[in-house]
């Protein structure tokens, strides 16, 4: 899938992808939605989130928790307050152990509970994405405090290509529950 380069495709992007990641989620039963992931432990080998998740909740809070980060960002800065989009203690380089820290927070949410977060953030990040014009979201350097990159870039990344992300590893959960 092409990155969105309007607002309008950034919205029907990140609508299109959250509703095939629900499609998907709905197409289990609830003991599929809630088991274990039980992925081949060579996945573990390639990126850190192959051992971090542990099941459909802990993806959703994750997702949730990008979008927070998203919201914070833009919601402090557009009113005056300079604010990394990461937490200060934690660089590109880092990020990693920021989502360990998310997935530590999460480990008493339930799995309904961790749909709700996720519908309710998803539904801000849409109304947000909806205020900007096109080149604030995509001109580079709109607003100063997204550095050298576009609003845009922030929000696709948290939307339609995390959704992408969640959809993969949903598929290959799917696999492994119905053998």
């Given at each position: 899938m092409p990155r969105p380069t309007t607002k309008e495709g950034?919205?029907?992007a990140a609508n299109e992808q959250y509703n095939k990641l629900w499609l998907l989620i709905n197409s289990m039963t609830e003991e599929e939605q809630e088991a274990a992931f039980n992925f081949d432990s060579k996945l573990f080998e390639k990126e850190a989130h192959w051992k971090r998740d542990k099941n459909i909740?802990?993806?959703?809070?994750h997702l949730s928790e990008w979008h927070e980060l998203l919201l914070s960002w833009v919601n402090a800065n557009q009113n005056g307050i300079a604010k990394p989009f990461l937490p200060e203690q934690y660089s590109w380089k880092t990020y990693g152990d920021m989502n360990v820290e998310?997935?530590?927070?999460?480990?008493n949410?339930?799995?309904?509970?961790?749909?709700?977060?996720f519908k309710g953030s998803h539904e801000r990040?849409?109304?947000l994405i909806a205020t900007f014009s096109d080149d604030e979201l995509f001109v580079k350097k709109y607003f100063t405090w997204t550095g050298t990159t576009n609003l845009g870039g922030y929000c696709v990344s948290a939307t339609s290509s995390h959704y992408d992300w969640a959809i993969k590893k949903m598929k290959l959960h799917i696999k492994s529950v119905r053998i």
């Open positions: 950034m919205l029907q909740k802990d993806v959703l809070t998310f997935w530590k927070k999460h480990q949410t339930t799995y309904k509970r961790a749909k709700t977060l990040v849409m109304e």
